[in-house]
């Protein structure tokens, strides 16, 4: 259910919306603004307690230098990189495929499979958190970037074929009974039809799908343990961990690790917001 438009007529509604919506922006904004002149800040203005105020100095090249010079987040940005892109792509590859074997060609069981797809998704993490680390251990997978990339593959592709399924599930059926009657295969619907009308979904759900990788901490300190493998959430706690006291060098590291997710939401947002509302209004 979508909320009802406030008509034009009812002037003091729409003033109190858009009051209640600045109220809401500045309160989720700020602790963001404070990170960003921390990161600006010198160590003495930190130690001094000027965490709100405007700055006393800007020390702005100096602190990003330390990030990269005297800590070593530029290692773990690496390391979430090769764990992230190729689990992306892989969720995308087997969730569009999925999607559309369940969406287009119904067999007996389908229900079930996709059920098993998406309930996997409603389990706490902290109860496969054991078994998944005894596995890969087994597995000799433990402390690798295979580790992850397996696990959030896994994880992901749960949701991630149940936004595929009713996104191609309100595809018209009318282009796929005339692709069958042109005598084209499964294959070559999917690649020449599917393919070029998912895009905005595939978009949406690469963002969505990189954030949750990207941000992802229990699973970064469960199955990794070196800094040779430690994703950035991992390598940011242990940041604070030795820079206690330098919240300048901390913060800066910070806005540096949520560049990536920002960045790749604005230059894919106008996919992003049709590939959500186009994928849910069909189930």
């Not at 406030?6 to 003091?12: F, G, L, N, R, V």
């Not at 109190?16 to 919506?21: G, K, S």
């Not at 230098?65 to 690496?78: D, E």
């Not at 300190?221 to 961990?241: E, F, M, R, Y």
Request: glycine share 4%; proline share 6%; net charge neutral.
């Amino acid at each position: 259910m979508y909320p009802r438009p406030i008509p034009e007529t009812q002037t003091a509604s729409r003033v109190l919306y858009m009051t209640m919506v600045c109220v809401i922006l500045v309160l989720w904004l700020l602790p963001l603004f404070a990170i960003i002149l921390t990161s600006f800040r010198s160590f003495e203005d930190v130690m001094a307690g000027n965490y709100w105020g405007w700055p006393t100095e800007f020390n702005l090249v100096e602190n990003y230098a330390a990030v990269f010079q005297q800590t070593k987040m530029l290692q773990y940005f690496i390391n979430s990189l090769i764990i992230t892109v190729p689990s992306v792509i892989m969720v995308l590859v087997l969730s569009t495929m999925t999607g559309f074997v369940l969406s287009r060609y119904p067999f007996p069981g389908a229900m079930l499979v996709f059920v098993i797809f998406v309930g996997g998704n409603f389990l706490p993490q902290q109860i496969m958190m054991i078994p998944i680390r005894d596995l890969m251990v087994s597995l000799g997978l433990y402390d690798t970037f295979f580790a992850l990339m397996a696990f959030h593959v896994a994880f992901q592709t749960g949701f991630a074929t149940l936004f595929m399924r009713n996104f191609i599930a309100a595809l018209p059926a009318e282009l796929f009974q005339a692709a069958r009657a042109e005598g084209a295969s499964p294959w070559q619907i999917l690649i020449h039809i599917v393919l070029p009308l998912v895009r905005p979904a595939l978009a949406a759900l690469a963002i969505l799908i990189f954030t949750f990788i990207w941000n992802d901490y229990f699973w970064a300190i469960v199955l990794t343990q070196s800094d040779a493998v430690k994703p950035v959430t991992a390598g940011l706690a242990n940041l604070k961990g030795e820079w206690v006291s330098q919240w300048n060098i901390v913060s800066a590291a910070t806005i540096f690790v949520a560049i990536p997710p920002v960045l790749m939401f604005f230059l894919m947002q106008k996919h992003f917001v049709s590939g959500l509302t186009m994928g849910a209004v069909k189930g």
